[in-house]
């Protein structure tokens, strides 16, 4: 086992400038540096003499310019696989930064452990960059989802910090004013994050896991997009949207990540609800299972499921699955292109450019409607 840490001390690049914020405090006090990216990295590998832990302690100056596109992350994901990264190996990564990772961080990172799962990740951030903005929440959103661990800092966390990582002359570490206070602040709010769903997909997710395929290869993960309207007289009155998606550790579905959610924050016996959801993949045989008994035991929800693609139709317990799902009341269909379309307003941080279909949607879409009329029954 290798063990790694890695701090990124000084703040990412933004704007063309660094900005230094007092670490976990509001910021509001802001001082504008050169550009100029500290990273600072501890190694830790088996000893081949003894068998136990030895360290060797490496400290970086990566420089860059205002026109550097690399953040923190994007240069120790570089380093790290030039000069770590193997396949027969198990790596357990740490890092300290001063700012959460951006959008462009976050999907970066996530999509590096999707692809090396040797590789666990813990993210002890000392401040939450624009934790307000639905993209930088979806970002962590990712990471979480994909195996990170991400945490606020704690004040050991920054004595530890402070003793492996700054040249701190023999000093102790003082802690500054409101330090307790403002690590559980963040780590409220950062709690709040990682708990709800995510509010929009981004442009190549969607067109990547939406994709209607017959076959499709490399999508391992199912996004759910739904929205949830209640019935009042005399209509209907939206009340939520979002996206969820599989959790990589522990494991969960995002149909059961929905169904949990639901039933704790709206789901009331004297009110009628209409749930829809758009789904990369159909239900597997457990979800479709905890899903149509969910629907058994609550007539006062009705759910309608578009489905992108037809998860091992062929198989004759996925065909069960969703043949029980219409027994207890579900609507399962295919996605139209019209669909498509409503998935990619409602659903997509588009920016404003219109849906453009792709990968023959239409006569797919044909094919894998009459897939699932031979697998429901014409009557469905």
């Keep these: ?34 550009p100029v990216t500290e990273l600072c990295i501890q190694r830790v ?44 190996k198990d790596f357990q990564v740490t890092w300290y930064l001063s700012w959460s990772p951006c959008p462009a961080c ?12 040797n590789v666990s990740l813990t993210i002890f951030s000392a401040r939450l960059y624009y934790f307000w903005d639905p993209e930088f929440r979806d970002g962590l959103h990712r990471l ?10 704690s004040p050991k966390d920054f004595e530890n910090c402070w003793e492996g990582f700054v040249f701190n002359e023999g000093r102790d570490f003082r ?38 395929r017959l076959y499709a290869s490399r999508r391992n993960t199912t996004f ?41 924050n709206m789901l009331c016996p004297n009110k009628d609800f209409q749930v829809t959801w758009y789904l990369s993949w159909s239900p597997c045989p457990n979800c479709a299972k905890q899903v149509a008994d969910f629907l058994a ?3 006062n929800v009705s759910l309608t499921i578009l489905t992108a693609r037809l998860y091992y139709f062929w198989d004759q317990k996925f065909r069960n699955g969703l043949r029980r799902l219409c027994e207890e009341g579900a609507r399962v269909a295919i996605m139209s292109p019209q669909d498509f ?6 659903f997509v941080w588009n920016k404003g450019w219109n849906f453009t279909p792709r990968f023959n949607v239409g006569r797919n879409y044909q094919l894998l409607a009459s897939r699932l009329e031979e697998i429901l029954g014409p009557h469905s």
């Excluded at 060797?56 to 000069?83: I, P, R, T």
């Excluded at 379309?341 to 409602?346: F, G, M, Q």
């Design 1 to 34: 086992m290798f063990l790694l840490d890695c701090l990124g001390t000084g703040s990412l690049w933004r704007d063309h400038e660094r900005l230094h914020v007092k670490a976990n405090s509001c910021p509001t006090e802001v001082t504008y540096r050169g």
């Design 45 to 88: 590998q088996r000893k081949s003499t003894c068998g136990g832990l030895g360290a060797e302690h490496l400290h970086l100056h990566l420089l860059g310019w205002v026109w550097s596109s690399y953040h923190a992350e994007s240069h120790f994901l570089l380093w790290f696989q030039k000069n770590f990264l193997s396949l027969d």
């Design 106 to 117: 976050a999907k970066q990172v996530a999509d590096f452990l999707a692809v090396h799962r």
């Design 144 to 153: 979480f989802e994909k195996g990170a661990r991400v945490a606020i800092m």
């Design 175 to 212: 802690p500054w004013d409101n330090m307790v206070e403002n690590y559980q602040s963040l780590r409220i709010t950062l709690q709040e994050i990682l708990r709800y769903p995510m509010e929009r997909l981004f442009r190549k997710t969607f067109y990547f896991h939406f994709q209607n």
């Design 224 to 264: 759910l997009c739904y929205r949830v309207d209640r019935e009042e007289r005399p209509g209907t009155v939206s009340l939520a949207r979002g996206v969820w998606r599989n959790q990589v550790h522990p494991t969960c579905h995002a149909e059961l990540r929905f169904l949990s959610w639901f039933q704790s």
């Design 297 to 299: 035991a609550h007539r």
């Design 341 to 346: 379309k409503n998935c990619w307003e409602d």
